[in-house]
T-cell receptor
Framework: EADIYQTPRYLVIGTGKKITLECSQTMGHDKMYWYQQDPGMELHLIHYSYGVNSTEKGDLSSESTVSRIRTEHFPLTLESARPSHTSQYLC????????????FGPGTRLLVL | AQSVTQLDSHVSVSEGTPVLLRCNYSSSYSPSLFWYVQHPNKGLQLLLKYTSAATLVKGINGFEAEFKKSETSFHLTKPSAHMSDAAEYFCVVSDGNKLVFGAGTILRVKS
């Protein structure tokens, strides 16, 4: 079944640790996205990719980095987590072309102590 | 630049009564508009999508939305609310490559 997966679903970690949030999709989509959503707030785009070896920064500045070595995989990394990184991170993908529907993963809730 | 304004941060209705979630958009060209729903601890799910075809768009779970260019609105409606509709709803506009989200409307359904 085609889907989009995120792991871990929940992560509690101490300040200064390096973390990687995983996102994988089995739909063969070219485009992938990372959004950040604080509680009760709208989603903000922090990274996106149009395909392998393509990564762009989104509208909201983020200290995280991403990579796109394989079409189906779009991990997000924080080299040194801080409490200000506490948030929910949502991954999405869409097919090529404009106006395509984005499909979202279940999200990762990150708490940095 | 595209933007969306969801006019109500919270809406409360009784089960079996109509639902209206309001959304106004701003776009420099003919937009694509979406409504997504987010249940607690779940990912975002697409309810419906408008892409310059019929102005009245039918979605899943009995929801529909009407695109009104003259009012720059894309309000979400449902004739009869169900308890399972309680969730947060996001109105979204696309600029062709990226989605711009509204602040969300939390729908509460009372029994």
């Amino acid at each position: 079944e085609a889907d989009i997966y995120q792991t871990p679903r929940y992560l509690v970690i101490g300040t200064g640790k390096k973390i990687t949030l995983e996102c994988s999709q089995t739909m063969g989509h070219d485009k992938m996205y990372w959004y950040q959503q604080d509680p009760g707030m709208e989603l903000h785009l922090i990274h996106y990719s149009y395909g392998v070896n393509s990564t762009e920064k989104g509208d909201l500045s983020s200290e995280s980095t991403v990579s796109r070595i394989r079409t189906e995989h779009f991990p997000l990394t924080l080299e040194s987590a801080r409490p200000s990184h506490t948030s929910q991170y949502l991954c999405a993908s869409s097919d090529h072309g404009t106006q395509e529907t984005q499909y979202f993963g279940p999200g990762t809730r990150l708490l940095v102590l | 630049a595209q933007s969306v304004t969801q006019l109500d941060s919270h809406v409360s209705v009784s089960e079996g009564t109509p639902v209206l979630l309001r959304c106004n958009y701003s776009s420099s060209y003919s937009p694509s508009l979406f409504w997504y729903v987010q249940h607690p601890n779940k990912g975002l799910q697409l309810l419906l999508k408008y892409t310059s075809a019929a102005t009245l768009v039918k979605g899943i779970n009995g929801f529909e939305a009407e695109f009104k260019k003259s009012e720059t609105s894309f309000h979400l409606t449902k004739p009869s609310a169900h308890m399972s509709d309680a969730a947060e709803y996001f109105c979204v506009v696309s600029d062709g490559n990226k989605l711009v989200f509204g602040a969300g409307t939390i729908l509460r359904v009372k029994s």
